[in-house]
C-alpha cells in the first residue's frame, strides 16, 4: 500500500504557473505508474497525466499538452505536475494516484492509490 500526500495548491492568477508535489510513502516499490487527476465542482474526476516511476515514460492528453508536464524524482519519492499558462478552466482539487501494475492506463478504476487532493484555484 501506498500513501500520498499533495501539496503545492493555492491561489494563482490566470496566465500564471503552478508546480503540484506528491509525496509517496510506504510500499513506494510496488508503483509502477503515478497519475495526477481533477475534479472541478458539480464535474467528475478527470484524468490530467500520468507517468511510469521506472523509465518515465508519460502521457498527457491534448487537451492539456504543451500547459501541463508531469516528472518524478526516484530518490525522494516524489511526483511533480508542472502547470503553466494557467485558465480559469483549471480551477479544480487536483488528486495524486498510483498504479501497481502495468500497461500505463487513464482510468480512474485503474488506480490502485489515492491522495486527499489538493485545491488549485485560477482566478481572471
Known amino acids: 500500500q501506498v500513501q500520498l500526500v499533495e501539496s503545492g495548491g493555492g491561489l494563482m492568477q490566470a496566465g500564471g504557473s503552478l508546480r503540484l508535489s506528491c509525496a509517496a510513502s510506504?510500499?513506494?516499490?510496488?508503483?509502477?505508474?503515478m497519475g495526477w487527476f481533477r475534479q472541478a465542482p458539480g464535474k467528475s474526476r478527470e484524468f490530467v497525466a500520468a507517468?511510469?516511476?521506472?523509465?518515465?515514460?508519460?502521457f498527457v492528453p491534448d487537451s492539456l499538452k504543451g500547459r501541463f508536464s508531469i516528472s518524478r524524482s526516484n530518490a525522494e519519492n516524489t511526483l511533480y505536475l508542472q502547470m503553466n499558462s494557467l485558465k480559469v478552466e483549471d480551477t479544480a482539487v487536483y488528486y495524486c494516484?498510483?498504479?501497481?501494475?502495468?500497461?500505463?492506463?487513464?482510468?480512474?478504476?485503474?488506480?490502485?492509490?489515492w491522495g486527499q487532493g489538493t485545491q488549485v484555484t485560477v482566478s481572471s
Open positions: 510506504g510500499r513506494t516499490f510496488s508503483s509502477y505508474a
Open positions: 507517468i511510469t516511476w521506472i523509465g518515465g515514460a508519460t
Open positions: 494516484a498510483a498504479r501497481n501494475q502495468p500497461p500505463l492506463r487513464i482510468g480512474l478504476a485503474d488506480y490502485d492509490s
